[in-house]
Structures are given as structure tokens and as C-alpha cells.
């Protein structure tokens, strides 16, 4: 049996298996910030823990690296990585995912970030599964199925390589925005938001954080209690009989049972969920559907963000014209909704929102 990477443990669960050991359950911390926080590869090198711990730990865990196998540039400074994962303990397929590193200026939606060194913002988008399950018609990703879950440490994983290769740059936000449906994986997620905001881990705000779902209800409540980082829903139509046609989850969880969940625990002070909306021809982007919408969202601290759609060979949808686009915010803003679009950013690797797919290895 290989060793269980330490990278995909809770503090609590180490803390635990530090009492087994007979250790002060304080040495988890230690041995989490050495892990994490000092990037250390070998347990020999944390220096303040008895020779004794530092065997244990060498004998029971392993500290593995996710290495890009490529990394592709597009030509507005985005760089998309590819990673290729060991099998996993869960389904044992071999499974390939895709990060992306965004470079872009605050207030300056237009700005390409060409020269990354110039940028003030970076952010990086992850992946929570290989494949997807959600099977969303106007996405890419759906195309290829469920291919497994990913562990904690392969999702903080990607991080840390885009640290590494966004320097002298840092990161300023992560978004689970890649491959999968985050709350389909909802403990591994959770285990890698917990590393990744603690303070010995990789101390970044939970402010700067942001986790989308495809609207999986009876998670939602519980999400918003349990962590502090942002949350995002894939709405992208105002009715049922819209939505069950663009994402297929609705016929589990319609609109009625979606909004209930997300208005069920209080949010934080100044905080809002923001509602992505695709725009996608003659689905979504009449004058009416943006009525509909300011509607649905009545009362909810609400912000939309509008999504051009990113086309994919057979997709069979057609983007919105960016004049209905600007058309459609203005009406949500007529009404008191705020309404942002999403520029799209790496089209040309085939990076953007919605265009992550790694075809399987044949059998
Ligand atoms: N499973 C999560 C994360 C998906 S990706 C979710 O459903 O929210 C983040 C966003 O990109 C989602 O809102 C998704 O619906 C959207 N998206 C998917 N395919 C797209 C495409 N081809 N063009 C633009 N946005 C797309």
C-alpha cells in the first residue's frame, strides 16, 4: 500500500493522529507549517520535532509535487497548465486536470495582461474533480464525464505549482472555477479551503477566494456556514423550463428549491453571492429573461456576473452579440441589480471558462 499523502489531512485529522503517536497534538501545527507553509519535501528537515516524530511520519506519510507537464501561453498573458495525476485510491483511473493562471489590472477590465510582470492581480483558476458529472450542455468539461474526484492535496496541489510559476508575481485570487462541480466533492474541497486560508498553510484571505457550484441545494446552506470564502452560482436562466435545459442538475434541484438553499443561512455582514449567468442566443438573453431575472433574485444579496459564451466544436449554441450582452446588464442595473461581465480570457489555448477538457488516454 503507498503511503497516504500528509497533504491530504486536516489539521484535525493529524492532531489526531499525533495523540495515537503519543505527541502533543500541538505538533500537528508544526508539522502542517513545515508541510505547507515551508514547502519542506523531506520530514528529516523540520527541524524543531523529536528524531523519533520525524521517523514516524517519514514511515506512515509521503509529501508528493504536482508538476505541469505543460504549460501553454495564450497571447493575453494567460498560461494554462496541464497536470497529469497519479491513479487514483477512489476509481484507479489515470485522470489529467487544467489550472489557469489569469494575470490582469484592478479597474481595468480591458487591460491584457501581456506583460505578467506588470500585472497587480493573478488570479488562478483550479480544478475540484477530472471531468465533470454535471453534464452542462454548453460546456466542454461535461464532455468528458466524471473521471474522479480530486484529494485535497491535488487540489492545493495546483496551487503551489502556480506559485512557483508565477514568481516574482504572487497570487492575489483563487477560483474553483476549473474542471468539476466542487460540492460534488464537497469533503476534499473543504479539507483544501481549510489549508489553504490557514494561517499555516497558505495564508491566503478567504476574501480572495471564490467557489463555484452548478447549484447542488442541499450543500449550499451548509457551505456558507462551515467556510468564510466567496460563493458563486451557475444560474444562467430565470426559469425552470430554461434551466432544465442548460443545466441538467435543475431537475433535481429547481429554482424554487436553489434560492431557498442559498437565502437559508444568513450571509456575513457585506457579503453577496454572485449568480453567473452564460449568455448564450435565443436561450437567455431576451429583454424578458433579464426581467425574469431582477424578479428571481428580489430581496437575495445579489450580484450577477455575466459570461460570454465560450464556443466549443459541437457545442451547438451560439454566444450572445456583445451588444445584447451590454443590453441585458443595463436592464438588471436599471432595476437595482448589480451586473458585471466576465471578460474572456486564454480563448485562444483554449483556456477560457467552459473550454477545459483533456481527452482520456485510450485504454
Ligand atoms: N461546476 C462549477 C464550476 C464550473 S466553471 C459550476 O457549474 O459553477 C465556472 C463557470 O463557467 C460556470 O458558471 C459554468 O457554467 C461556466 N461555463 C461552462 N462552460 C462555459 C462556456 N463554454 N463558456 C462560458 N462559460 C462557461
Known sequence: MSPRDIQDLSRAELEGWCLEQGEAPYRARQ???????????????????????????????????LEPATVALAADGTRKLLFHLAPGTDAGSPAAIESVLIPGRKGDPDAFGTNPGACDRLTLCISSQAGCGMGCGFCATARMGLVRNLAPAEIVGQVRA??????????????????????????????????????WGYAISPRRITVSTVGLAPAIPRFIAETRVN???????????????????????????????????????????????VMLAGENDADADARALVRLLHGLRAKVNLIPWNPFPGAGFTPSPPGRIVRFQAILRQHGLSATIRESRGLDIQAACGQLAVSRPAA
Not at 32 to 61: C, I, S, Y
Not at 162 to 175: E, F, K, M, Y
Not at 245 to 274: F, G, H
Request: aromatic share 6%; glycine share 4%.
Open 162 to 199: 502556480a506559485q512557483s510559476l508565477a514568481v516574482p508575481d504572487r497570487l492575489t485570487n483563487v477560483v474553483l472555477m476549473g474542471m468539476g462541480e466542487p460540492l460534488a466533492n464537497y469533503d476534499a474541497v473543504v479539507a483544501a479551503l481549510e489549508i489553504l486560508t490557514a494561517e
Open 31 to 65: 508539522i502542517l507549517a513545515w508541510v505547507h507553509r515551508q514547502g519542506v519535501r523531506r520530514f528529516d528537515d523540520m527541524a524543531n520535532l523529536p528524531k523519533r516524530l520525524r521517523e514516524r511520519l517519514a514511515a506512515t506519510f509521503c509529501i508528493e509535487r
Open 231 to 277: 460563493l458563486a452560482v451557475s444560474l444562467h436562466a430565470p426559469t425552470d423550463r430554461q434551466r432544465g435545459r442548460l443545466v441538467p442538475v435543475n431537475r433535481r434541484y429547481p429554482l424554487a428549491a436553489l434560492l431557498a438553499a442559498c437565502r437559508e443561512v444568513p450571509l456575513p455582514r457585506r457579503k453577496r453571492i454572485t449568480f453567473e449567468y
